[in-house]
């Protein structure tokens, strides 16, 4: 199998690149490792992990933001299914006043 470049996002080693085994991280994996890239400068291992740390906090707001989404849709498809129930009602019942 051929090693694989990859991407450390570790605080340690963030966005230094590496090859590893295709299955490096997994049973079965055989343990090849070598770094790609030299190591990051000390500003970037100050700096980097805190832009990872945000970035990741940013996809958590937009997954938030996307249920949130979803969770109003899913009230106002509830909300117009209540109301056409209620006009039906209205109609019914006045249509059962009129008849009597």
């Not at 938030?64 to 209540?82: C, F, N, P, S």
Request: with cysteine.
């Amino acid at each position: 199998m051929r090693a694989r470049i990859r991407t450390s996002w570790t605080h340690v080693n963030p966005t230094r690149r590496f090859l590893g085994c295709p299955n490096y991280g997994k049973n079965g994996a055989c343990g090849f490792f070598y770094w790609y890239d030299p190591p990051t400068c000390p500003r970037g291992r100050q700096v980097l992990p805190k832009l990872v740390d945000k970035v990741a906090s940013l996809e958590e707001m937009v997954t938030e933001i996307a249920r949130l989404k979803e969770d109003v849709q899913t009230y106002h498809r509830r909300q117009k299914w209540i109301v056409s129930g209620l006009i039906v009602a209205v109609i019914v019942i006045g249509m059962l006043t009129v008849s009597s």
